[in-house]
């Protein structure tokens, strides 16, 4: 049974920084794309940063680009989502997610998810 499961969520002034992490267990990931996404209430899932397998291939969305930080350890199945100048904007549910093939990947293109972490940022 693959299983996700994100930690490191939490309450943050603006400007703070916040370090999500995922582990996955089950299966290995070390040959497909792994990446975090976030809802906010009353809004779809929208994607936030991807990773290849191979080191430093790594594709943001426009809003956290130059903010977040992804990076993964295919050794140990685990990617990280490093979260620095933290707006009130980016308040919403995290949710790790593995099994794509490529970096533009949407929601449907992730065949195995978390069950996401909270992340609020008070300004």
């Known amino acids: 049974q693959v299983q996700l499961v994100e930690s490191g969520g939490g309450l943050v002034q603006a400007g703070g920084s916040l370090r999500l992490s995922c582990a996955a267990s089950?299966?290995?990931?070390?040959?497909?794309?792994m990446g975090w996404f976030r809802q906010a209430p009353g809004k779809e899932r929208e994607f936030v940063a991807s990773?290849?397998?191979?080191?430093?291939?790594?594709y943001y969305a426009n809003s956290v680009k130059g903010r977040f930080t992804i990076s993964r350890d295919n050794a140990k199945n685990t990617v990280s989502l490093q979260m620095n100048s933290l707006k009130p904007e980016d308040t919403a549910a995290y949710y790790c997610?593995?099994?794509?093939?490529?970096?533009?990947?949407?929601?449907?293109?992730?065949?195995?998810w978390g069950q996401g972490t909270q992340v609020t940022v008070s300004s």
């Open positions: 089950g299966r290995t990931f070390s040959s497909s794309v």
């Open positions: 990773s290849s397998w191979r080191p430093g291939v790594t």
């Open positions: 997610a593995a099994g794509a093939t490529t970096l533009v990947a949407g929601v449907t293109g992730y065949n195995y």
